[in-house]
């Protein structure tokens, strides 16, 4: 920390994201990536022509891509807003909508970013536990008279809530703004994009890092009430207008386009959980009940680290949670099958070592 950095920020701490190691070739099963690359059509349409567009500034109001997200989920242009990456979206909306007075609620465990943002911005955070069995117990939100922001999946749980209780949180809530983080509801949760047309005080945030395997080209999008959108535009316009480059534009407009390619993947990922879920509770793993692209399992034998380190000494990356009610866990993304075999293979010599 150099003497200049403001006092406000001296005592934050940071988000710590999943590590990225260039010393080997690892199986990569620790920051929930998609094993696929982006569809076909989105390596074509971003080809020469676009980069020689590079010299040009991007579409600050990121029409075409919000048209076809409006399309693809029957809402009007108004209801769309895109980012650079949901975190974008996420950092916006505590930015726009929370402050000192005004707080904002979430799980103890959940993603590790809301704190984060709570931190950075001065920002009152209610802090709910899960139950025991690591649910969301939404009857604590219901009438909270705060903001709230749910990620359904949960991460790093996997574990979603339904949506009779979203609804009862937004009504219970009216003045106040309710996110759901849908990151992971691609993979087999029950989105409430819907609910926008009924309620104005919801904010569903999306991403293409995961279910259409575009990570790294940081691309996000919300849908929500015109008025909601016009405000995460005014931090937008405060900030940075030109946040998407041109490549990402068109890079994500293809992968909407491509329906099918999308769904394959995502069934392919749906089935290779079940699949890998099945054969680590056959050596004795305990598994929470997935409905995202990763799965949160412990082993009675050893701790969360103890099998990460195992791991990463045989070339496969997981998480482990240095974290009260965690250290027990690792959680693993999906890969393709034939990268859970290697993991399975490697967890089953790590569980008879114990033996
Ligand atoms: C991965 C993730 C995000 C961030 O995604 P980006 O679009 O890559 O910024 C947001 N929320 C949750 C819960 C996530 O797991």
């Not at 931190?119 to 939404?138: R, T, V, W």
């Not at 819907?194 to 999008?221: E, H, I, P, Q, W």
């Not at 900030?239 to 890079?251: E, G, H, K």
């Amino acid at each position: 920390m150099s003497r200049f950095l403001s006092k406000r920020y001296k005592s934050l701490e940071v988000y710590v994201p999943g590590e990225q190691p260039r010393d080997r070739q690892y199986i990569k099963l620790n920051t929930n990536e998609s094993p696929y690359p982006p569809s076909p059509l989105v390596i074509e349409r971003v080809n020469s022509a676009e980069v020689s567009d590079l010299r040009l500034y991007s579409d600050p109001e990121c029409t075409s891509l919000r048209q076809r997200l409006a399309e693809f989920y029957g809402f009007s242009i108004s209801n769309i807003f895109v980012s650079n990456g949901s975190d974008e979206i996420l950092s916006f909306a505590f930015m726009a909508f929370c402050d000192g007075n005004k707080g904002i609620a979430f799980p103890d465990i959940t993603y590790g970013f809301y704190p984060v943002y709570g931190d950075l911005y001065g920002i009152k955070c209610d802090i709910i536990p899960l139950n025991d069995d690591y649910n969301i117990d939404c009857s604590e939100y219901y009438g909270i008279g705060k903001n709230i922001v749910i990620a359904n999946p949960n991460a790093p749980t996997g574990i979603s809530i339904g949506q009779d209780e979203i609804e009862k949180m937004l009504e219970t809530n009216p003045e106040n703004i309710v996110i759901i983080d849908e990151a992971y509801v691609d993979f087999g949760g029950r989105s409430c994009v819907d609910m926008v047309k009924k309620y104005d005080n919801l904010l569903v945030v999306r991403t293409f890092s995961k279910s259409r395997s575009l990570a790294g080209a940081r691309l996000g999008y919300a849908i929500a009430n015109e008025e909601i959108i016009k405000d995460l535009n005014k931090i937008k316009y405060s900030t940075n207008p030109y946040n998407i480059n041109r490549l990402s534009l068109v890079a994500g407009e293809a992968a909407v386009e491509d329906e099918q390619y999308f769904e394959d993947c995502c069934k392919k990922i749906i089935k290779t959980r079940g699949y890998t879920t099945e054969k680590l509770r056959e050596i004795g793993f305990e598994v929470l009940p997935s409905d995202a692209n990763f799965i949160f399992a412990r082993h009675p034998l050893f701790s969360g680290e103890y099998f990460y380190k195992k791991l990463k000494e045989a070339g496969i990356l997981v998480r482990y949670f240095n974290k009260e009610r965690l250290y027990g866990f690792v959680r693993i993304s999906i890969g393709t099958p034939a990268q859970m075999d290697a993991l399975i293979s490697e967890a089953s010599k790590i569980v008879s070592e114990q033996k």
